[in-house]
Nanobody
Framework: QVQLMETGGGSVQTGGSMKLSCEVS????????MGWFRQAPGKTREGVAT???????TYAASLKGRVTISQGQTNKTLYLHMNNLKPEDTAVYYC????????????????WGQGTQVTVSS
């Protein structure tokens, strides 16, 4: 069973930057697709970015240019770099893996982490 754990969340001021990490363990086969999702209080979960093992990425149109998804050389670590953060970016950010459709609009990611809180204030 694939296990995921997010780290790197915290509190930053508007305009600041942050890097989130996700560690993968327990996988008996290669993790072929990974992604970042977020959920703000009172709102539905939305896709932020995905990356296929080939390196191909997808991003939410509203966030493209402010976030970058990447993988470590072993493909066992996933990163999300965020800059120019805004209060509306405040949410719990989740790491997910192994959707057949490797896209931010996919709702079929079977493996999820517990999430890490990101708070942006002025």
């Amino acid at each position: 069973q694939v296990q995921l754990m997010e780290t790197g969340g915290g509190s930053v001021q508007t305009g600041g930057s942050m890097k989130l990490s996700c560690e993968v363990s327990g996988a008996r086969e290669s993790v072929y697709c990974m992604g970042w999702f977020r959920q703000a209080p009172g709102k539905t979960r939305e896709g932020v970015a995905t990356i296929h093992e080939s390196g191909r990425t997808t991003y939410a149109a509203s966030l493209k240019g402010r976030v970058t998804i990447s993988q470590g050389q072993t493909n066992k670590t996933l990163y999300l770099h965020m800059n120019n953060l805004k209060p509306e970016d405040t949410a719990v950010y989740y790491c997910a893996a192994n959707s057949f459709l490797c896209h931010v609009k996919s709702r079929r990611f079977p493996d999820w982490g517990q999430g890490t809180q990101v708070t942006v204030s002025s």
